[in-house]
C-alpha cells in the first residue's frame, strides 16, 4: 500500500491500533504486533494468547538479547480482516510506520493475510501467521525466497493437510450413517464460506467423496459473515443429504448450525467450524447446535504433549474458555521468537531467519519444524506430512497392522523397504524427514552402537516405538543416553490383531508395555489354570475384547487350548508371563515355553539375557533351556561379542561375570560364543532355533 493513498482509510485504521496489553518500558523493549479480527472469536484468541506469552516473559524479566534483558510490549491491532482487506491492511501499516513493531504474529482470512504479508516484507518485519491456511502464503517464500522469507506459518497446517484431517473424520461419520442408521449411499453436501482458504478443499472434497463411496450432494457458498443461511439450508435439505462438510473460519458457522437445528435439518455435520471450538457454542446456537462436529487444537484433557496441558489450564483460568487454534500467538512468541532472539543474541530479522527456519521444537500443540518442497526450497509451513519408515516385513502383523494399516489410515507417508539395511534407514530418516519410527529390540540395539546414528536427529521424530520381542533395559537405557528420545513400548500378537497394550504418550513406564488400549480388557491368572492372581505377582496374560481372534483355522484342538471362558467372559491366553504394578502397567517377564526349570526353580530367559546384555563386550544375547534328567533343565547362553572382543573374552569370563550378577541356580551352566544368532522374520532372537539346535546337537 502506498504511503500517499492513505485519505478516509487512515481515519478508520487509527481506531483500529492501539497500544494495549503490558505498559512500554523506554527503548529496551521489543515491540511484537497482534493483528487480528479483534471483535471475532479468531482476534480474541490471537490476543489471549500473545498475552499470556508476554505475561511468562516479562515476569522473568524479559527476553535476554545480547548482554542485556528485554521485555515484550504488545501493540492490538484490529485488521477487521472478515468485512475488509482495506481495512486490514490500514491495520497492519500503522504497526510498522506508526508503532514501529520489531514483529507481528496473527492474521487470519487469507485474502488479507496475503496484504499483510506483502507490507511486512517491504519493511522485513518477521511475521508469524496463526491463523491463515492457504498453502499460497509459503509457497510464496519458495518462489522468491529474499522477498518473502520472513514470513513463516505458525498455525494451522495448510488447506491440503487440512482437508486430508477432515476426511478422516467424513469417512468415519459416513460408516456410522451407512451401518447403524441403514444408509447404503451417504450423500454429502459440501458447504464452504466464500473464502479463498476453503477453494483447494473444496476442489479435494468434490474428488474424493465418491472415492469413499459417497454422492456429492452439492456445493454452496455463503458469505463468511452471513447471519441468515435458511436458502442454503431449505436447498441442501431438498438435495436429500446425509452429511454437511463444512468449512467454516469465520462467524458463519454460528447461525448455520442454529437455522440447521431450527430447520430440523437431517444431516451431520462434519468438518472445520471455528465457531463451534468455543465453549459457548450451545448457547449461541440457543442450543440448537446439535449433530456438529467439528475439529480444535486443543480440547480439555486432552494432551499432544508435555506442554499442552498446562497451557490449556492456564488459559482456561485466564480467560474462562478452552482456547482455539488462534491462541497459538502464545507459541509462537514464547516458543518460537523468543528462543531463536535469544540464540541469535539480536532482533535482526535475517539472523533470525536462518535460526528460525532449522529450529525444531515442542509447542503445546505439537512439534514445530519447517519442511521445504520437493525442491528443496524454504517454505517456513509445517506441512502437517508424516512420514513412517516401514522397514518391517508387512506380511508379519506387526509391520501389516501397525506400520503399513495404521500409516494408510491416517494418510501417512510410508517409505518402504525391501531389505531393512541400516545405512537405508538412516538415509531416509534424514531424507524424508521422518516422523514415526517402528522398530523391534534387535535393531535398536545395533542402532545404539552404531557409528553413523548420530546423524539423525532423532528428538525430531513423533513416536519412537517397539514390539515383537523383549526390550531389555541396557538397550533402553543406551538409547536414551545416546539419542536424548525414549522407546515407546507396545505388545500384540497376530491372535489380538497386532495390538492389545500400548504405553501411555505422556507417562510411559520404563520396562512396561503399557496398559490394554481401547476396548481391550486384560488380566493374569495362574498359568497351570483359571484363578486371576493379585498385582505384583507373575502369571498368564489373558486378553479379552474385540480383536480377539475368532480361532485357529481348521485347528480346534488348538483354539480349545487358546480360548477360555472365566466367569462368562472369553479370554485369549497368550502364553507370555506378566506382572501388573499397582498403576495398572503391565510388565513383560517371558514366554511361558521359554520358562526354564532348574532343581525346581524357575529361571525366565529374560532375567539372564538383561545380565548379559549389561556386560560392555556383549553385542547379543539368547538363553534356553535343555533337557538334564539331574536338574530338569539346564542354562545355556549363545552370546555374539562385540568384534573388538572376539577371541580376547573367554566363557569362563561370562560365567564369572554371571556369577556375580544373578542367584546361583540362574547362572548359565554353557557359554556357547556366535557370530550372530538366529533370527524370526521381524528380527527378533528366534529361542526356538537356538533351542532346536542344542536338542539336535
Known amino acids: 500500500m502506498k504511503k500517499g493513498a492513505w485519505g478516509w482509510g487512515i481515519t478508520v485504521a487509527v481506531c483500529l491500533v492501539v497500544a494495549g496489553g503490558l505498559p512500554a518500558w523506554g527503548a529496551d523493549v521489543i515491540k511484537i504486533g497482534v493483528i487480528g479480527p479483534m471483535n471475532f472469536v479468531q482476534g480474541k484468541g490471537h490476543w489471549a494468547g500473545a498475552t499470556m506469552a508476554a505475561e511468562e516473559i516479562n515476569a522473568k524479566g524479559g527476553i535476554q538479547v545480547g548482554n542485556k534483558k528485554m521485555k515484550v510490549e504488545l501493540v492490538k491491532a484490529d485488521s477487521n480482516e472478515f468485512l475488509s482487506v482495506t481495512d486490514a491492511t490500514n491495520a497492519m501499516e500503522l504497526l510498522l510506520t506508526q508503532h514501529k513493531v520489531d514483529f507481528i504474529v496473527g492474521g487470519f482470512r487469507t485474502e488479507a493475510v496475503l496484504a499483510m504479508q506483502d507490507l511486512a516484507m517491504d519493511y522485513k518485519k518477521i511475521f508469524i501467521g496463526c491463523g491463515a491456511a492457504h498453502p499460497e502464503l509459503c509457497t510464496r517464500v519458495a518462489k522468491d525466497y529474499n522477498r518473502y522469507k520472513y514470513f513463516f506459518r505458525g498455525t494451522p497446517f495448510n488447506s491440503e493437510f487440512l482437508v486430508k484431517t477432515c476426511f478422516i473424520h467424513m469417512a468415519t461419520v459416513g460408516e456410522?450413517?451407512?451401518?447403524?442408521?441403514?444408509?447404503?449411499?451417504?450423500?454429502?453436501?459440501?458447504?464452504?464460506?466464500?473464502?479463498?482458504?476453503?477453494?483447494?478443499?473444496?476442489?479435494?472434497?468434490?474428488?474424493?467423496?465418491?472415492?469413499?463411496?459417497?454422492?456429492?450432494?452439492?456445493?454452496?457458498?455463503?458469505?463468511?459473515?452471513?447471519?441468515?443461511?435458511?436458502?442454503?439450508?431449505?436447498?441442501?435439505?431438498?438435495?436429500?443429504?446425509?452429511?454437511?462438510?463444512?468449512?467454516?473460519?469465520?462467524?458463519?458457522?454460528?447461525?448455520?448450525?442454529?437455522?440447521?437445528?431450527?430447520?430440523?435439518?437431517?444431516?451431520?455435520?462434519?468438518?472445520?467450524?471455528?465457531?463451534?471450538?468455543?465453549?459457548?457454542?450451545?448457547?449461541?446456537?440457543?442450543?440448537?447446535?446439535?449433530?456438529?462436529?467439528?475439529?480444535?487444537?486443543?480440547?480439555?484433557?486432552?494432551?499432544?504433549?508435555?506442554?499442552?496441558?498446562?497451557?490449556?489450564?492456564?488459559?482456561?483460568?485466564?480467560?474462562?474458555?478452552?482456547?482455539?487454534?488462534?491462541?497459538?500467538?502464545?507459541?509462537?512468541?514464547?516458543?518460537?521468537?523468543?528462543?531463536?532472539?535469544?540464540?541469535?543474541?539480536?532482533?535482526?530479522?535475517?539472523?533470525?531467519?536462518?535460526?528460525?527456519?532449522?529450529?525444531?521444537?515442542?509447542?503445546?500443540?505439537?512439534?514445530?519444524?519447517?519442511?521445504?518442497?520437493?525442491?528443496?526450497?524454504?517454505?517456513?509451513?509445517?506441512?502437517?506430512?508424516?512420514?513412517?519408515?516401514?522397514?518391517l516385513p508387512l506380511f508379519h502383523i506387526y509391520g501389516q497392522v501397525v506400520v503399513m494399516l495404521g500409516s494408510l489410515v491416517q494418510g501417512l507417508t510410508m517409505v518402504l523397504f525391501t531389505t531393512p539395511d541400516m545405512e537405508d534407514i538412516l538415509d531416509a530418516a534424514e531424507r524424508y524427514q521422518a516422523s514415526a519410527f517402528y522398530g523391534v529390540p534387535t535393531l535398536l540395539e545395533y542402532l545404539k552402537e552404531y557409528e553413523k546414528t548420530d546423524r539423525v536427529n532423532w528428538k525430531r521424530f513423533k513416536l519412537i516405538a517397539c514390539g515383537a520381542d523383549t526390550l531389555h533395559r541396557s538397550t533402553i537405557e543406551g538409547w536414551e543416553r545416546r539419542t536424548g528420545t525414549r522407546i515407546m513400548e507396545g505388545y500384540g500378537m497376530t491372535e489380538t490383531t497386532a495390538v492389545s497394550h500400548g504405553s501411555p504418550y505422556q507417562r510411559p513406564k520404563t520396562g512396561s508395555f503399557g496398559v490394554p488400549i481401547p476396548n481391550v480388557r486384560a488380566a493374569i491368572i495362574d498359568p497351570e489354570g483359571v484363578d486371576f492372581v493379585p498385582p505384583g505377582e507373575v502369571g498368564e496374560l489373558i486378553v479379552s475384547g474385540p480383536n480377539i481372534m475368532q480361532g485357529y483355522w481348521m485347528r480346534p484342538q488348538e483354539t480349545k487350548e487358546a480360548l477360555v471362558e472365566i466367569d462368562g467372559m472369553r479370554w485369549l491366553r497368550t502364553g507370555d508371563l506378566v506382572t501388573m504394578d499397582e498403576e495398572g502397567y503391565f510388565h513383560f517377564f517371558d514366554r511361558k515355553r521359554d520358562l526354564i526349570k532348574y532343581k525346581g526353580y524357575s529361571v525366565f530367559a529374560r532375567h539372564v539375557e538383561e545380565v548379559l546384555y549389561k556386560h560392555p563386550q556383549i553385542k547379543a544375547a539368547g538363553v534356553v533351556g535343555l533337557p538334564d534328567p539331574k536338574v530338569g533343565q539346564i542354562i545355556k547362553a549363545y552370546v555374539v561379542l562385540q568384534s573388538e572382543a572376539r577371541g580376547k573374552v573367554s566363557e569362563e569370563e561370562i560365567i564369572e561375570y554371571c556369577k556375580q550378577n544373578l542367584t546361583h541356580y540362574k547362572v548359565p551352566k554353557i557359554i556357547e560364543f556366535r557370530g550372530e544368532l538366529p533370527k524370526t522374520d521381524v528380527g527378533k532372537v528366534s529361542r526356538r532355533e537356538l533351542r532346536e539346535e542344542a536338542e539336535e546337537a
Open 176 to 391: 456410522l450413517l451407512k451401518k447403524e442408521v441403514n444408509i447404503p449411499k451417504v450423500r454429502v453436501a459440501i458447504v464452504a464460506e466464500k473464502a479463498v482458504w476453503a477453494d483447494p478443499m473444496i476442489a479435494a472434497a468434490e474428488k474424493v467423496i465418491p472415492q469413499m463411496g459417497m454422492e456429492v450432494a452439492g456445493v454452496w457458498r455463503p458469505s463468511p459473515v452471513a447471519t441468515d443461511v435458511t436458502a442454503e439450508l431449505s436447498a441442501i435439505q431438498r438435495s436429500e443429504a446425509h452429511m454437511i462438510f463444512t468449512a467454516f473460519s469465520s462467524s458463519v458457522g454460528i447461525p448455520f448450525a442454529r437455522q440447521a437445528g431450527e430447520l430440523k435439518v437431517p444431516a451431520a455435520q462434519v468438518g472445520i467450524n471455528v465457531g463451534a471450538q468455543k465453549d459457548g457454542f450451545w448457547e449461541a446456537t440457543r442450543g440448537m447446535g446439535n449433530y456438529v462436529a467439528t475439529m480444535n487444537t486443543y480440547a480439555r484433557g486432552v494432551e499432544v504433549n508435555h506442554l499442552t496441558r498446562p497451557f490449556v489450564d492456564k488459559y482456561i483460568e485466564r480467560f474462562g474458555e478452552v482456547p482455539t487454534y488462534t491462541a497459538d500467538t502464545y507459541a509462537a512468541i514464547i516458543y518460537g521468537l523468543a528462543p531463536a532472539i535469544e540464540q541469535a543474541g539480536t532482533l535482526d530479522a535475517d539472523k533470525l531467519v536462518s535460526i528460525m527456519e532449522t529450529r525444531e521444537y515442542d509447542v503445546p500443540s505439537g512439534k514445530v519444524g519447517y519442511l521445504k518442497d520437493a525442491e528443496g526450497r524454504h517454505l517456513h509451513d509445517g506441512e502437517g506430512r508424516e512420514v513412517t519408515l516401514a522397514f
